[in-house]
């Protein structure tokens, strides 16, 4: 079986019935994203790989018990608050408030640009017709009967898309948002 075709969910399934090979695509799909996320802040080689072999290393020691939603989203945010307790440290505690508050703001950058990346993730996941009737009206700024006749579909089956599309992701955004807080 080749897991590289897994998606993310199911790796995860598997990692919890400790398979061992699903836990190393996980590593190889995203050690190097964690690993610069961490590296951009850090800016300490050593310090960042020490980082993500924690979060890795997390991951499988709580495997049995995890029930993360969207993985990627979950190790951005374990990354993120690694290097926050990095800083916490007093023995590395060394950088002035100006360094902390410019941190805080390339964080929130950061977290804007993992919500993107999240919500451009799951318009993608939308079938098809959804997915075309979202993007011409919300990236496009068209009118449903624009879209009608752009996709020679009816008004109401634009507005049943559209329908369908938000619903779904006010679904995933929601559990995204509870595995984010908890």
Partial sequence: MSYSILEDNELMDKVR????????EIYRRYWRKLYALSLYHLRDSNAAEDIVQEIFASL????????????????ATATKYSVFHYFAQPA???????????L?????TADSRLL???IRREIDRLPEKCRLVFRYSREEGLANK????????????VEKHMTRALRQLRVQFKHMLMSLLF
């Fill in 104 to 108: 805080a703001a390339e964080q929130s």
């Fill in 60 to 75: 499988w020691a709580s495997r049995e018990r995890s029930e993360i939603k969207h993985l990627y989203t979950y190790l």
């Fill in 146 to 157: 624009i879209i009608s006749e752009k996709l020679n579909i009816s008004t109401k089956a």
């Fill in 17 to 24: 019935l400790s398979d061992g090979k699903a836990f190393d």
């Fill in 92 to 102: 590395r505690n060394t950088g002035s408030l100006e360094e902390l508050h410019a």
């Fill in 116 to 118: 993107e990346e999240e």
